[in-house]
């Protein structure tokens, strides 16, 4: 794999930014030389097989706007949140029993028995707060700054079903605990389902798994929170993701293409800097 | 938004994009930092905040007050608020229905190309006014004490009476403080500026309208209720008094 | 593929053709139409035969398989008042152990209030979203912590949002005890009707609007 031939080949294939400059094109081909070269090749060998570094390149390197402040942080922090919950979720779930009759005592044994046990349960119980404050935060911004209007429109409508998603992991998480507070949030959450006509009585039966609290309610619950939200989730994110990559993240809306390069200069009075009127925006942009 | 306004915004998208920064590392450093705090937040919240583990759940209580998790209070307060048995499915269903379609469906009928808030005043209002009613719904929801205790503070002389109360149902119809039930019956906050302690007695006594009589208790205890509902002055006095 | 070329309809002929664009003298489909069709035919079938099987089995029986009934003995009748309610726990389901149970308050079925059954046994859900009522005895109401539901003595709405009388249980006398058994839901005058979820109205269009459950255990 070291003969210089190939490793140039397939640097070749590499885009210009990942290319190490000053590679030699035909050199010695001692020892060192192709250690050094190694992870050039590695790479070269997986991108042959996948194009991927096109893709990641494309992702890494593509431009985001000027101006676009902490503000845009939200979203990439509600994901961050969504991992972390993830993560302990899936180790809690080795030491949790979804049974009426011993999840409460299952907890109790984690949270108070297995090494670290009270700190990851904490993180996943406060970590479901923060991440509906950051969805909501996200929320608002993507609101006030108008970032739903053409072409994103849809970007929303994703961002809303991730919202309810979001909600419905929290309301699921609840009964999981079984104390008190837990068992009645959901009696109430799951009969506030029931108040809809015609279909409401059988979604709490669903929900439940029969007409009263039995031995697949916990379970479902437990299903519904571990696997069948979570899995939405991820698709929905992945395609807010994909969505974000088409578009590009928007740019603030106080910033007109004809201020952009002053932007440069008056970065911290961007936001309350006035602007012309729109007309002449036009015609910078025309120039352009 | 029409075609004209459509292409406008795209070349002027693609402007700001060129003159814009690439991805990595600029943006993905802030964000990196940004992922930082929030693990920083949880950690820190675990370790100080710890868990909380209540009772195992108990389908047999009849003392339990259930609350929601603070993230629901706004629904929970929206669930006391609308009180005619009639609109109960329009708090249940409708409220959060209606709510989430509008939501849905915002980008479909706020079209204008404005972008900045401040020159869209009626989706900014209408964003801040949700804003400002879902605080304040949780506010309120958080505060609602419990229907079994009475949180103002109570002269000693008058616990017994206070104890009465409490065991007596009061709180099922009339509030308290931040405790109780607004309604069927009227507030008793400050029941003891509006009416005379005779006048409360009768009541007690007789049971007007929807309310049940109270003679049945014992003479001391009936004395005792008198004595505390008569001395119910409002919320500031009443702390005053206290002390 | 010169016949897949033409078969291309972007060039959009002034008149429609007789025959399938690209079809054979008779043929109704082309080829491609063909493929295309019973793909997707092929590919709905084999995702609507595993979804509706797993839909099936997450939701046919708990919403269509009635639970055994259960009757708990709860003690003899003489336990019990016309004119005050005695709390008792009751056991609603098999197989989850203290999460199985409820409590309900169960008295003496009084002539005045033209009650022909022996016993009333009165459920401690709330009907407006299920939340635990206690029998508050100096008051003879039921008290919802919640969202400020009251009941007077018979289980009837007197305040706040509850949208029918409490639930009632069956009751019957075996052996020297009171036995509680199914639960069922009153409408506001006191007729039973199969057991509805707190929330949901009941009496005329609303027993229609809010329909009985299969899973549950018919009205006496």
């Known amino acids: 794999m070291a003969e210089p031939e190939t490793s140039s080949r397939f640097l070749k294939l590499l885009p210009g930014p990942l290319r190490r400059p000053g590679t030699p094109q035909n050199g010695t081909g001692n020892l060192i030389d192709s250690a050094k070269e190694a992870p050039a090749d590695l790479l070269g060998w997986v991108d042959e097989r996948t194009g991927g570094s096109s893709q990641m390149t494309a992702m890494l390197f593509r431009k985001v706007p000027k101006g676009t402040n902490w503000f845009y942080t939200l979203g990439s922090a509600t994901l961050f949140a969504f991992i972390a919950q993830a993560l302990t979720g899936v180790f809690l779930a080795m030491y949790y029993t979804p049974s009426a009759t011993q999840a409460y005592e299952s907890i109790v044994h984690l949270t108070q028995d297995v090494f670290l046990g009270e700190f990851v349960r904490g993180m996943h119980l406060w970590g479901a707060s923060v991440m509906v404050i950051l969805v909501f935060l996200h929320m608002a911004r993507t609101f006030f700054f108008g970032a739903y209007k053409y072409p994103r429109e849809l970007q929303w409508v994703i961002g809303v079903v991730l919202l309810i998603l979001t909600m419905t992991m929290a309301f699921t998480g609840y009964l999981l605990r079984f104390d008190q507070r837990a068992f009645w949030a959901t009696v109430v959450g799951t009969n506030i389902n029931g108040t809809g006509p015609l279909v409401g009585p059988f979604l709490s039966d669903f929900l439940r798994g029969g007409a009263e609290f039995g031995p697949t309610t916990l379970p479902r619950f437990y299903a519904i929170h571990m696997l069948l939200v979570p899995g939405a989730i991820i698709a929905m994110i992945g395609a807010h993701l994909k969505l974000v990559m088409t578009l590009g993240t928007t740019a603030p809306p106080w910033l007109r293409a004809d201020e952009a390069s002053k932007a440069r200069d008056l970065r911290t009075e961007k936001v309350t800097t006035s602007l012309n009127g729109g007309s002449s925006d036009a015609e910078e942009v025309n120039e352009v | 938004m029409n075609r004209a306004e459509k292409e406008a915004y795209l070349r002027e998208y693609e402007v700001l994009k060129k003159k814009g920064k690439p991805f990595f590392p600029y943006a993905v450093a802030k964000d990196s930092a940004m992922a930082l705090i929030v693990v920083l937040v949880i950690v820190l919240m675990s370790l100080i905040l710890g868990t909380e583990q209540g009772p195992k759940a108990d389908p047999t209580t009849t003392t339990f007050v259930p609350r929601p998790d603070w993230y629901f209070f706004f629904l929970f307060e929206l669930l006391r608020i609308i009180k005619p048995y009639q609109l109960v499915p329009i708090a249940t269903i409708g409220v959060p229905t209606i709510c989430m379609v509008l939501l849905i469906s915002l980008p479909f009928f706020d079209r204008g190309p404005e972008r900045r808030p401040e020159r869209r005043p009626v989706a900014s209002s209408a964003g801040c006014l949700t804003i400002i009613a879902m605080a304040f719904l949780t506010y309120v929801g958080a505060s609602a004490g419990p229907p079994t205790e009475i949180d103002l503070a109570t002269k000693p002389e008058l616990e017994a009476g206070k104890n009465v109360v409490l065991s007596s149902g009061c709180l099922g119809c009339h509030v308290i403080g931040d405790n109780g039930n607004h309604g069927p019956g009227p507030e008793l906050t400050e029941i003891g500026v509006r009416r005379s302690a005779a006048a409360i007695e009768r009541s007690l006594r007789v049971g007007p309208d929807l309310m049940p009589s109270y003679s049945n208790l014992d003479a001391d205890q009936f004395d005792d209720l008198v004595a505390y509902v008569s001395s119910l002055r409002g919320e500031d006095e009443e702390a005053t008094n206290g002390e | ?220």
């Not at chain 3, 016309?82 to 079925?109: C, F, N, P, W």
């Not at chain 3, 005329?204 to 009205?219: D, E, K, Q, Y």
């Open chain 3, 1 to 220: 593929m010169p016949e897949a070329a033409s078969s291309n309809g972007d060039d959009a002929p002034k008149l429609p053709p007789a025959k399938p664009a690209g079809a054979f003298e008779g043929e109704t489909m082309t080829r491609r139409a063909v493929f295309s069709i019973g793909g997707q035919a092929l590919g709905g079938a084999g995702i609507g035969i595993v979804g509706l099987s797993a839909l099936g089995f997450a939701a046919g029986t708990p919403l269509f398989e009635q639970a055994d009934e259960i009757w708990t003995a709860v003690g003899p009748p003489g336990k019990f008042a016309v004119d005050t309610y005695r709390s008792t726990v009751i056991t609603l389901t098999h197989g989850v152990g203290e999460a199985g149970k409820t409590t309900a308050y169960v008295r003496m079925g009084s002539p005045d209030l033209e009650e022909t059954q022996a016993f009333i046994a009165v459920s401690t859900r709330c009907a407006h979203l299920g939340c635990p009522v206690r029998f508050v005895e100096a008051a003879n109401n039921f008290i919802c912590p919640c969202h400020g539901g009251v009941y007077g003595f018979r289980g009837e709405v007197i305040g706040g949002p509850p949208v029918r009388p409490l639930d009632r249980f069956q009751t019957r006398v075996r052996d020297g005890q009171v036995e509680v058994g199914p639960r069922y839901s009153v409408t506001g005058d006191f007729d039973p009707v199969r057991y509805r979820d707190p929330g949901e109205f009941t009496g005329g269009i609303w027993n229609v609007l809010f329909p009985p459950r299969p899973s549950t255990p018919p009205a006496p």
